[in-house]
């Protein structure tokens, strides 16, 4: 057992606590001292989980933690949304006097998520999402006087408590069927467990960990939380724990069994969940509640490279990179939301072209690579998607997704239209200030960058194994 294996983990552990002890001291005007604290710890953890990458892929702590390319991609993509939703924070909640405990939920919330991420046993997977859980109710309805974020907050809350319980369900069916929660075994053990007892136990699973990941049918939250949410928590919220639940999923989906019909599984939910996602962000003239939709959706194209794993070697670079140009796309449109002062309307956008043209065209390239025009970072995640679901004999289900890609178009073009063609409805907008547009410009040259840079991610990729 080396403790330098979990050190990025430590070191966030250890950043939380300091940012926690530092506001409980500092005075309520020099709250924002949190923010630059949580930068230098999640760059602390991203660093050393890069320096872990150049390790041998390996089984850490008696086979409980996965030290692989899975484990530190996905933890080095977590540390970097969560700093940008770090610098959405200061200006946002300023006149919050929790705002430094604010920057603590964030930490822990991301640790949650990267405990998901390479967890190898069960029991740390548990851990994992109720740490994860736990600070994103806190997170979802901190702006406890506004009646949408209690309504965000007591969403996410119920359809969380609920999707957890199953979970375990599943957790208590696998120990039985196999005498054993670590994933190593279970691949073993499990293969000899009667075909009604491995069913619902894959069902389980896949449906407790579709609430991290905002699938159906444990979605709901997921357009509630983007709408009344405080909107760095919203961003925050809308991509880290989906890409933990994703990549947690991944990592089971490896193990069970094929007769216990989880491929088929998840990719029912990845059908259901693109399809409901994009018809529902149709009707909507809300940015904040399409871009909750919008994200139902891209939960749904993830899902579908996790039925992938297993029977195609380009579905686990496909998923990392997917979720890595999501994120930053997602998090960059809420984070010229945040800097239009929580502008949320349709109506709110027209003419932002002319008024306010450098968030204008920051929201468009955030949008565009939500929909997936190359060359931007959208169109690498989800073409290497498509090519890992035909490579693993789920043609039908790519050519779905090709469908709902088109069937987004409309209300990405519907939002790009309103920026640039609809004459101004107003007065200029007045801006947040600079964190906001300092990371709203870190997230766009993140979105252009991976666009450039996918392709040699995936070719780094190949070959990696998924543990355990």
């Not at 965000?152 to 599943?170: E, K, W």
């Not at 490896?254 to 990845?270: E, I, K, N, R, Y």
């Not at 998607?385 to 693993?392: C, E, I, P, R």
Request: proline fraction near 4%; charged fraction near 10%; aromatic fraction near 6%.
């Amino acid at each position: 057992m080396n403790l330098a294996h979990v050190l990025p983990q430590i070191a966030l552990v250890v950043g939380a606590a300091v940012v926690l002890v530092v506001v409980l001291a500092a005075p309520r005007t020099r709250q924002t001292i949190a923010a630059p604290i949580s930068l230098a710890t999640l760059a602390v953890t991203a660093v050393t989980q890069l320096d872990l990458l150049a390790l041998a892929d390996q089984l850490a702590f008696d086979r409980l933690w996965a030290l692989d390319a899975t484990t530190g991609v996905g933890t080095v993509v977590v540390c970097g949304i969560t700093a940008l939703a770090v610098m959405l924070a200061p200006e946002w909640l300023a006149t919050d006097s929790r705002l430094g405990e604010y920057h603590v939920m964030l930490l822990l919330g991301a640790l949650g998520a990267i405990v998901m991420i390479g967890a190898a046993d069960l029991n740390q997977l548990v851990v994992g999402v109720t740490l994860s859980s736990v600070t994103g109710y806190v997170l979802a309805a901190y702006h406890r006087r506004s009646a949408l974020a209690v309504e965000a907050g007591m969403s996410y809350f119920l359809i969380g408590g609920l999707s957890n319980l199953v979970l375990l369900v599943g957790v208590v069916l696998a120990f039985g069927a196999a005498g054993t929660t670590l994933y190593a075994d279970l691949a073993t053990t499990i293969s000899t467990a009667t075909t009604w007892l491995l069913v619902p136990l894959a069902v389980s699973i896949t449906v407790g960990l579709a609430f991290k990941a905002g699938a159906v049918p444990a979605h709901g939250w997921v357009p509630d939380v983007a709408q009344g949410a405080p909107v760095p928590s919203a961003a925050f919220l809308t991509v880290v724990p989906k890409i933990g639940g994703v990549l947690a999923l991944a990592r089971l989906v490896d193990q069970l069994p094929a007769a216990s019909g989880v491929t088929m599984a998840v990719a029912a939910v990845a059908a259901l969940t693109m399809t409901l996602g994009n018809l529902a962000a149709l009707r909507q003239d809300d940015v904040r509640r399409l871009l909750g939709w919008s994200s139902v959706s891209q939960a749904g194209y993830a899902l579908m490279g996790v039925a992938a794993v297993g029977r195609s070697d380009q579905a686990m670079p496909a998923i990392l990179l997917f979720l890595a140009v999501y994120g930053v796309a997602n998090v960059t449109a809420f984070a010229i939301v945040a800097w239009l002062r929580g502008r949320t309307r349709l109506d709110d956008f027209a003419g932002l072209a002319r008024t306010r043209p450098a968030a204008a065209w920051i929201l468009t390239v955030a949008l565009l690579s939500l929909l997936g025009i190359p060359p931007l970072a959208g169109f690498a995640g989800k073409f290497a998607l498509f090519a890992a679901a035909v490579d693993a004999d789920l043609g039908w289900l790519a050519a779905l997704a090709v469908v709902n890609t088109v069937v987004s178009l409309a209300y990405y073009v519907r939002v790009i239209a309103t920026v640039h063609l609809r004459p101004a409805s107003g007065a200029t907008p007045h801006l947040l200030g600079p964190w906001a547009a300092t990371a709203a410009g870190c997230a766009v040259a993140a979105t252009v960058g991976l666009g450039v840079v996918g392709e040699v991610v995936l070719r780094a990729m190949a070959g990696r194994v998924l543990l355990p």
